[in-house]
């Protein structure tokens, strides 16, 4: 839509853009197009929605492990009913400080418990339910039958509608399925679900309704008081292993949802670690798991109450349910360019369910269903403001780019960042070779490494100026081991390739340099300056070491020997970004405030990018935005 600043017409031609999906627009997905495109505010308001689902699911990732450990502990007052409140909520505590301070390690070394866990789990609780459905009420079989939710909701009413809120507890989770759509095919999830996990839980859940059709006064606490006295034990132990992995679950995609966003350039930078030499996708993010943890020690600490963690974690569910819906109309829509009766129809059977739970859900706002609102709120904020501040940086280097490359980092992908003019205004000296880098992550999720750098060159030959845009998709993490390197070795492919066309050059000017700036005042002083690095200010030997009368392989002699003689040096912008006097309060507080807190306590561009300390040069500047 325009909003990320992903767009350069390099990106267009990556292969990952290319796929299966229709290329010839529908009807209704060019109005819809048409639409966003003439509308600025719909593409704002549509982001803000996105980053809506972003907070939910960053608070499902609060919410879900507070919510599993607590009930499972929860049973240790079925059998010891005088034990202190305080007892159960400080040994949740004490598991869930336990579990984040384990994430830096990674799942791979534990990963093989994590399905035998489940197994375990799903068929316990299926042979827990039919053993109370043939025990207490084998009737209760016939609740399958949709009749019984037309029956419910005509003699309950308002009533009905409202438990809606707690039932919706059994349908979270279900989400979690597209998060394996990454590691596992869809047959393979759909047979897992309807054929183990489905009819695991609903035996669960009719047993629980037969032991409560006999025992009404323990519907507090039904699920360990329906449990056979000689497995309650083992039951509970499992119970606490499941709640570990549904966590571990939330809070792997709690990393993983932060990472692409960072990507995205919506998410102050952090550090990502990679936990696994084999699985790509295993990350540990430490800023954003200590801050879980505190969160999630202060909703056990600050509730104490499933209930009202309950109320909120459906409420979270429910809206990244709902979010994904919306979206999912668009993608059909405009993505795979099917029918709008198709898109409408998916709309209109799951978005209505959804709707239905989220008004139930609403209801019980006042009743701990506020705190996911609250989660939302804040995380929305932070990435709105990150987003803006960052959009606000780059629109200001573009507007006042020099006209007309050391390492140089910078955001922009066209022309050059005023703080190289800036610098080469009051630091009239130059590498032999200046590459200027920008790092773009596009809206694919991955790049193939064959397509991972655009070379191009800046100026006429003899400066040798180049740019290189690096892509990755938003799924990746950087290499910072190797970049150096193969940064340098496509600077030479490119060479390379510029000496086999090098008989279709005139005489003075290059094949790229048709489409590179001209009149550059940076690039003539630059080229002066080299005039008389060169030549003690002789113009004719100047001439005599230009670029054609060396050739493109000589050029990329050069470069080799430049880089063993001189090592590499990075250059990168460290910008001080203030509201302009005139900006009125809202954004000022935004840019100066909150934005500036953010940068100055996010991991710095150079630690990030894995630039060395003793190589790097900061150009400081203000921005007035």
Not at 122 to 140: A, D, E, T
Request: with cysteine.
């Amino acid at each position: 839509m325009g909003l990320l600043n992903t767009v350069h017409p390099a990106h267009e031609r990556i292969s990952s853009y290319c796929s299966e999906i229709p290329t010839k627009d529908t009807r209704m997905s060019l109005l819809i197009k048409e639409f966003f495109e003439k509308h600025k505010s719909s593409r704002i308001v549509l982001l803000l929605v996105v980053f809506l689902g972003t907070g939910m699911i960053i608070g499902d990732g609060i919410l879900t492990p507070t919510m599993s450990v607590l009930s499972a502990v929860y049973g240790i007052r079925i059998k010891a009913p005088d034990l202190h409140e305080n007892y159960t909520v400080f040994i949740a505590c004490i598991i869930l400080v336990g579990l984040f301070a384990l994430q830096h390690y990674g799942t791979h070394k534990v990963g093989f418990l994590f399905a035998p866990i489940m197994l375990i789990w799903l068929l316990c609780i299926s042979g827990v339910g039919m053993y109370n459905i043939f025990c207490w009420n084998p009737r209760v079989i016939g609740a399958l039958s949709p009749y019984y939710i037309y029956n419910f909701f005509r003699k309950t009413g308002r009533i009905g509608w409202s438990s809606l809120g707690g039932v919706v507890l059994c349908l979270t989770g279900t989400e979690a399925m597209f998060a394996d759509l990454g590691h596992f095919s869809k047959l393979s999830i759909r047979i897992a679900f309807t054929g183990l996990v489905y009819p695991c839980l609903v035996l669960a859940y009719m047993g629980e309704a037969a032991y409560l059709s006999k025992n009404k006064m323990d519907i507090s606490s039904s699920f360990y008081k329906a449990i056979p006295e000689v497995m309650f034990w083992p039951v509970l132990i499992i119970a606490t292993l499941a709640s570990v992995v549904g966590s571990q679950a939330i809070i792997s995609a709690t990393f993983s949802i932060v990472s692409q966003c960072r990507a995205l350039r919506c998410f102050p930078r952090v550090k990502i670690k990679h936990t696994s030499n084999q699985i790509h996708g295993q990350i540990y993010i430490p800023e954003v798991n200590w801050m879980l943890m505190i969160s999630c020690l202060a909703v056990v600490i600050g509730f104490r109450d499933t209930r009202m963690i309950g109320n909120a974690y459906g409420l979270a569910g429910v809206t990244v349910m709902f979010i994904t819906t919306c979206l999912m109309f668009l993608i059909i829509s405009t993505v795979w360019k099917k029918n709008v009766l198709l898109a409408v129809l998916f709309f209109v059977v799951f978005g209505s369910l959804e709707l239905l739970y989220i008004s139930a859900c609403l209801g019980k706002v006042h009743h701990g269903g506020w705190l996911p609102l609250l989660f939302a709120l804040v995380i929305v904020s932070l990435m709105s403001i990150w987003n803006y501040g960052t959009m606000k940086k780059d629109a200001f280097e573009l507007e006042n780019k020099g006209p007309g490359i050391c390492l140089l980092y910078s955001n922009v992908a066209f022309g050059l960042p005023p703080m190289f003019a800036h610098f080469v205004t009051n630091f009239p000296a130059f590498h032999h070779t200046l590459i200027f880098v920008t790092l773009k992550s596009l809206m694919v999720p991955k790049v193939p490494v064959v397509e991972r750098f655009h070379v191009n060159r800046i100026g006429p030959p003899e400066l040798s100026i180049f740019r290189c845009i690096v892509r990755y998709g938003y799924k990746e993490v950087r290499d910072c081991y190797n970049f150096e390197t193969q940064l340098i070795e496509k600077v030479a492919e490119f060479l390379k390739q510029e000496s086999t066309i090098e008989d279709m050059t005139v005489r003075g000017q290059s094949p790229n340099q048709i489409s590179a700036a001209v009149g550059n005042e940076v690039c003539r002083d630059i080229a002066e300056q080299r005039r008389k690095e060169v030549s003690g200010g002789s113009g004719e030997q100047w001439s005599n070491t230009g670029f054609h009368s060396l050739g493109s392989c000589q050029e990329m002699k050069k470069l080799m020997e430049a880089r063993e003689a001189g090592g590499v040096a990075y250059m990168m912008g460290n910008p001080y970004i203030v509201a302009s006097g005139v900006s009125p309060f809202l954004k000022k507080f935004a840019i100066n405030i909150v934005y500036g807190f953010l940068r100055r306590n996010c991991r710095r561009p150079a630690i990030a990018l894995g630039v060395p300390h003793t190589s790097l040069l900061e150009v400081g500047m203000l921005y007035q935005v």
